[in-house]
């Protein structure tokens, strides 16, 4: 009963805040700053004397950039602008709907396509193409998304993961996780990058070798607009079956110092940026948070989570050093997160993990330094440096042996030592070549012991110190017949040193523009994976007598997967667009276990544990195929929304090679999201936002509960696994948003309104050792979340 109150504390402060402000304010004509860089989209470089123009305003304002190419366009009202980047030899650009406040100059870098072909006198209607990938290698599956989408549409929480789970093709696991299920394939197949370098699982309590997690280290503070790919991506990317998030962060102002304060459901944050020299442009970039209950239930606040309060907190940062002939970019990710689900001391504490006392804590960490070379205005090097790693640790008491002795004492981690290459070339408006070379050294540790049935001996399921290497190579060719018709091809290749297993992967993409706002789109290629390095170094014990184990799996081959993808995209006139995707996905070299035939690696990954075997084989297969719909109004008069609709099946073979449903084929997902913006007064706006999502439920692994009495321990129906589906996942969401602008500051309140018709979807299914039963868990019911945040 006291979270209502707490947030009825805050609304009241909003409305208070609000009434009890300044009238002068609100009289005042307030003004921000627009300013920024034009550049090529391909090599990055400045484009000197492009016009940049304020559409729709009276005057007309406008100017041109510098031999830097820089603009800067002082004294407008704040509020939404829509703005036109043109330049010969250049295909003109759109944007709509930039947000001007008070607290914060707009300084933005706009990138333009060269044309094939330059016809004077002859006026090129600009393109509204927001649903298109930066990458310009990516043709199909592939769209960028900004930042003010991660915030603006319900139910994200500012989270990046949460906001692509509204992207045709992409369901999540569940409301307590931000996994990325993207056409039923394990969450394992994702690949995270930050500023083009791989990294580990940037969530908070994400598991070692997952990709998701509850709550995510990513700053939406700090991201610029970056690609998510679901199928079919550029050779640039591999060790991934699924598809790739490759985030980036912008740079900080490098003409002033600007501050922000943020407290809500994500974490109590402060963030700072500025120059750090004026002459010489370049920026810093810093923001740290710390977890919002872990404070409150620190002052006695009750959450009703029993002892189970996430303690979290995280860091980033960047820095951005302009050099006379390219740029030094430093940057960095890390968090540090525990809790503790303590059954013995409240049962409200357990989030399905029930007759036990869980302590687990996770820490991950990211460190790098990007160093961009120009030899000339159409060659460039780009070389990368970085140190990553992630830490996980588990102890595990089952209150029903009677023992003080933890049944699971488990402590992984990994340090990655990573160096990457990239060569650019243009050597003309038709043809653009990128080639490079990335390679990884992993210095690994993992202990894992279980206490066998006697209680008396534990066994050692993982115990190994050492090291493995990774390589990659990759070239890709992009050839533009004309501004309408182009194809990207490109090699993929990679070695695992270890086993010396390898891949060869070749990749093609097409894009036809045949009519003008009408495209086809097809992409194929081969994917490979690596599997959890985890995995490599399980081993079994061979001699009971003498402790004797032995190492099964390290002769494991990648993973393979098969893409092919065809697409129809058109826009509807300026404001709308429609997309519809077809693809097909054949999986093999899947790891499966002769003493588990029903297993499949394939279906690992989509919560807190694994199940794991020895002397696991490459011959498991899968499939994937499915229908993608996306129906789009962008932003407009204050206006938008965004309908997705996926229809898929999802299948593989174990070791016994019979046909089952994968854990992840929910078989249907239906996103439907829109908003209004209304402007209040000179100086505020107001924004309401739903989402509503309906898809099918997860499928069920069923509990044997006569096996699990007789063993008094879980046991699972393997045969009947993967049969059925819990009942199909309903949730509405809300979100309302006022900003309220001031002299050199802002504020803005967010109230997220979660589970709006208080729908119970199951959550999960548990064995219950005390009380011998089946215990079935729901989902996060109706649940108000409020965000303050202030910019100055």
Same mark, same amino acid.
Request: glycine share 10%; aromatic share 12%.
């Given at each position: 009963?006291?979270?209502?109150?707490?947030?009825?504390?805050?609304?009241?402060? +909003?409305?208070?805040?609000?009434?009890?402000? !300044?009238?002068?304010?609100?009289?005042?004509?307030?003004?921000? %700053?627009?300013?920024?860089?034009?550049?090529?989209?391909?090599?990055?470089?400045?484009?000197?004397?492009?016009?940049?123009?304020?559409?729709?305003?009276?005057?007309?304002? @406008?100017?041109?950039? &510098? *031999?830097?190419?820089?603009?800067?366009?002082?004294?407008? $009202?704040?509020?939404? #602008?829509?703005?036109?980047?043109?330049?010969?030899?250049?295909?003109?650009?759109?944007?709509?709907?930039?947000?001007? =406040?008070?607290?914060?100059?707009?300084?933005?870098?706009?990138?333009?396509?060269?044309?094939?072909? /330059?016809?004077?006198?002859?006026?090129?209607?600009?393109?509204?193409?927001?649903?298109?990938?930066? &990458?310009?290698?990516?043709?199909?599956?592939?769209?960028?998304?900004?930042?003010?989408?991660?915030?603006?549409?319900?139910?994200?929480?500012?989270?990046?993961?949460?906001?692509?789970?509204?992207?045709?093709?992409? %369901?999540?696991?569940?409301?307590?996780?931000?996994? *990325?299920?993207?056409?039923?394939?394990?969450?394992?197949? +994702?690949?995270?990058?930050?500023?083009?370098?791989?990294?580990?699982? !940037?969530?908070?309590?994400?598991?070692?070798?997952?990709?998701?997690? !509850?709550?995510?280290?990513?700053?939406?503070?700090?991201?610029?607009?970056?690609?998510?790919?679901?199928?079919?991506?550029?050779?640039?990317?591999?060790?991934?079956?699924?598809?790739?998030?490759?985030?980036?962060? =912008?740079?900080?102002?490098?003409?002033?110092?600007?501050?922000?304060?943020?407290?809500?459901?994500?974490?109590?944050?402060?963030?700072?940026?500025?120059? +750090?020299?004026?002459?010489?442009?370049?920026?810093?970039?810093?923001?740290?948070?710390?977890? %919002?209950?872990?404070?409150?239930?620190?002052?006695?606040?009750?959450?009703?989570?029993?002892?189970?309060?996430?303690?979290?907190?995280?860091?980033?940062?960047?820095?951005?050093? !302009?050099?006379?002939?390219?740029?030094?970019?430093?940057?960095?990710?890390? @968090?540090?997160?525990?809790?503790?689900?303590?059954?013995?001391?409240?049962?409200?504490?357990?989030?399905?993990?029930?007759?036990?006392?869980?302590?687990?804590?996770?820490?991950?960490?990211?460190?790098?330094?990007?160093?961009?070379?120009?030899?000339?205005?159409?060659?460039?090097?780009?070389?990368?440096?970085?140190?990553?790693?992630?830490?996980?640790?588990?102890? *595990?008491?089952?209150?029903?042996? &009677?023992?003080?002795?933890?049944?699971?004492?488990?402590?992984?981690?990994?340090?990655?030592?990573?160096?990457?290459?990239?060569?650019?070339?243009?050597?003309?408006?038709?043809?653009?070549?990128?080639?490079?070379?990335?390679?990884?050294?992993?210095?690994?540790?993992?202990?894992?012991?279980?206490?066998?049935?006697?209680?008396?001996?534990?066994?050692?399921?993982?115990?190994?110190?050492?090291?493995?290497?990774?390589? =990659?190579?990759? #070239?890709?060719?992009?050839?533009?017949?004309?501004?309408?018709?182009? /194809?990207?091809?490109?090699?993929?290749?990679?070695?695992?040193?270890?086993?010396?297993?390898?891949?060869?992967?070749?990749? #093609?993409?097409?894009?036809?523009?045949?009519?003008?706002?009408?495209?086809?789109?097809?992409?194929? @290629?081969?994917?490979?994976?690596?599997?959890?390095?985890?995995?490599?170094?399980?081993?079994?014990?061979?001699? %009971?007598?003498?402790?004797?184990?032995?190492?099964?799996?390290?002769?494991?081959?990648?993973?393979?997967?098969?893409?092919?993808?065809?697409?129809?995209?058109?826009?509807?006139?300026?404001?709308?667009?429609?997309?519809?995707?077809?693809?097909?996905?054949?999986?093999?070299? #899947?790891?499966?276990?002769? =003493?588990? $035939?029903?297993?499949?690696?394939?279906?690992?990954?989509?919560?807190?544990?694994?199940?794991?075997?020895?002397?696991?084989?490459?011959?498991?297969?899968?499939?994937?195929?499915? *229908?993608?719909?996306?129906?789009?109004?962008?932003?407009?008069?204050?206006?938008?929304? +965004?309908?997705?609709?996926?229809?898929?099946?999802?299948?593989?073979?174990?070791?016994?090679?019979?046909?089952?449903?994968?854990?992840?084929?929910?078989?249907?997902?239906i996103n439907a999201l829109s908003g209004y913006e209304w402007g209040v007064g000179r100086n505020s706006l107001l924004s309401v936002d739903l989402k509503m999502v309906y898809a099918g439920g997860h499928r069920k692994l069923p509990i044997d509960e006569e096996q699990s009495l007789a063993d008094n321990s879980l046991r699972y129906k393997w045969s009947e696994a993967y049969n059925e589906r819990f009942p199909d996942y309903f949730r509405l969401n809300g979100r309302i948003t006022f900003r309220l602008n001031r002299?050199?500051?802002?504020?803005?309140? @967010?109230?997220?309104?979660?589970?709006?018709?208080?729908?119970?979807?199951?959550?999960?299914?548990?064995?219950d050792n005390n009380k011998k039963e089946v215990a079935t868990y729901y989902q996060m019911g109706f649940m108000p979340m409020m965000t303050y945040r202030i910019y100055f």
């Amino acid at each position: 009963m006291k979270k209502p109150i707490l947030n009825k504390a805050f609304l009241t402060g +909003l409305i208070l805040t609000v009434l009890l402000s !300044p009238a002068s304010a609100h009289s005042q004509d307030l003004t921000q %700053t627009f300013r920024g860089r034009i550049l090529d989209a391909y090599t990055e470089l400045p484009l000197p004397g492009a016009t940049v123009v304020i559409l729709g305003g009276d005057p007309l304002r @406008g100017t041109t950039t &510098n *031999i830097n190419g820089e603009f800067r366009i002082d004294g407008l $009202p704040l509020g939404r #602008i829509n703005i036109q980047v043109s330049m010969i030899g250049y295909q003109p650009a759109v944007i709509n709907n930039l947000l001007l =406040r008070s607290g914060r100059e707009l300084v933005m870098d706009i990138a333009l396509e060269e044309q094939v072909y /330059v016809m004077e006198d002859v006026m090129v209607r600009p393109e509204i193409r927001k649903d298109q990938a930066i &990458n310009e290698m990516a043709v199909v599956s592939a769209r960028s998304f900004t930042i003010d989408e991660t915030e603006r549409y319900a139910g994200s929480l500012g989270d990046p993961s949460r906001m692509a789970a509204n992207f045709a093709g992409v %369901t999540s696991v569940s409301d307590q996780r931000n996994d *990325i299920v993207i056409r039923g394939n394990s969450p394992l197949g +994702l690949l995270w990058r930050l500023e083009g370098v791989e990294i580990p699982n !940037p969530n908070h309590f994400g598991s070692i070798g997952t990709t998701g997690g !509850p709550i995510s280290m990513l700053n939406i503070n700090h991201l610029n607009n970056s690609d998510f790919y679901t199928g079919a991506f550029p050779a640039e990317y591999g060790n991934a079956l699924a598809g790739a998030f490759d985030i980036r962060m =912008r740079n900080g102002n490098n003409q002033r110092h600007e501050f922000m304060g943020q407290a809500g459901f994500n974490g109590f944050e402060l963030g700072a940026e500025g120059p +750090l020299s004026k002459n010489s442009q370049a920026s810093y970039m810093a923001n740290f948070r710390y977890s %919002t209950m872990e404070v409150l239930h620190a002052v006695g606040m009750d959450f009703g989570t029993g002892t189970a309060i996430p303690q979290y907190k995280d860091f980033s940062f960047k820095a951005n050093i !302009p050099l006379e002939s390219g740029r030094i970019s430093v940057f960095g990710l890390g @968090g540090d997160n525990s809790i503790a689900m303590l059954e013995s001391q409240d049962k409200d504490s357990q989030y399905g993990f029930t007759g036990l006392d869980l302590y687990n804590s996770n820490r991950m960490g990211v460190i790098g330094v990007n160093h961009i070379y120009y030899i000339s205005d159409d060659i460039r090097f780009t070389n990368r440096l970085a140190v990553s790693g992630i830490e996980s640790t588990a102890d *595990i008491y089952d209150l029903s042996l &009677n023992t003080d002795s933890e049944q699971i004492k488990e402590s992984l981690g990994e340090v990655k030592y990573t160096f990457s290459s990239k060569y650019s070339h243009r050597f003309n408006s038709r043809n653009y070549l990128n080639a490079g070379l990335v390679y990884d050294f992993y210095d690994v540790s993992y202990t894992g012991m279980e206490l066998d049935t006697s209680g008396e001996q534990y066994i050692n399921y993982l115990d190994n110190t050492g090291n493995m290497g990774f390589g =990659r190579t990759f #070239i890709e060719w992009q050839h533009r017949f004309s501004d309408e018709l182009s /194809v990207n091809s490109g090699l993929h290749s990679s070695m695992l040193f270890m086993n010396n297993s390898y891949a060869v992967e070749p990749r #093609i993409g097409l894009k036809w523009e045949f009519s003008e706002g009408q495209s086809v789109n097809l992409g194929a @290629g081969l994917h490979s994976q690596t599997q959890m390095k985890a995995v490599y170094f399980s081993q079994r014990l061979t001699d %009971t007598l003498n402790l004797t184990y032995e190492k099964t799996n390290q002769h494991l081959d990648l993973s393979r997967s098969i893409h092919l993808v065809g697409g129809y995209d058109r826009l509807l006139g300026e404001e709308h667009r429609l997309k519809l995707e077809v693809y097909y996905q054949k999986l093999y070299n #899947i790891p499966v276990a002769w =003493r588990r $035939p029903e297993f499949s690696l394939m279906n690992q990954g989509g919560g807190y544990s694994f199940h794991l075997y020895d002397n696991m084989e490459n011959s498991g297969t899968g499939e994937n195929k499915g *229908i993608e719909l996306t129906l789009e109004k962008f932003l407009n008069q204050g206006f938008y929304y +965004l309908v997705t609709a996926s229809l898929f099946d999802a299948g593989y073979r174990g070791y016994d090679g019979v046909w089952r449903n994968s854990a992840f084929n929910n078989n249907f997902v239906i996103n439907a999201l829109s908003g209004y913006e209304w402007g209040v007064g000179r100086n505020s706006l107001l924004s309401v936002d739903l989402k509503m999502v309906y898809a099918g439920g997860h499928r069920k692994l069923p509990i044997d509960e006569e096996q699990s009495l007789a063993d008094n321990s879980l046991r699972y129906k393997w045969s009947e696994a993967y049969n059925e589906r819990f009942p199909d996942y309903f949730r509405l969401n809300g979100r309302i948003t006022f900003r309220l602008n001031r002299n050199s500051f802002d504020h803005e309140w @967010g109230l997220d309104l979660q589970n709006m018709t208080n729908r119970e979807n199951i959550f999960i299914q548990n064995w219950d050792n005390n009380k011998k039963e089946v215990a079935t868990y729901y989902q996060m019911g109706f649940m108000p979340m409020m965000t303050y945040r202030i910019y100055f």
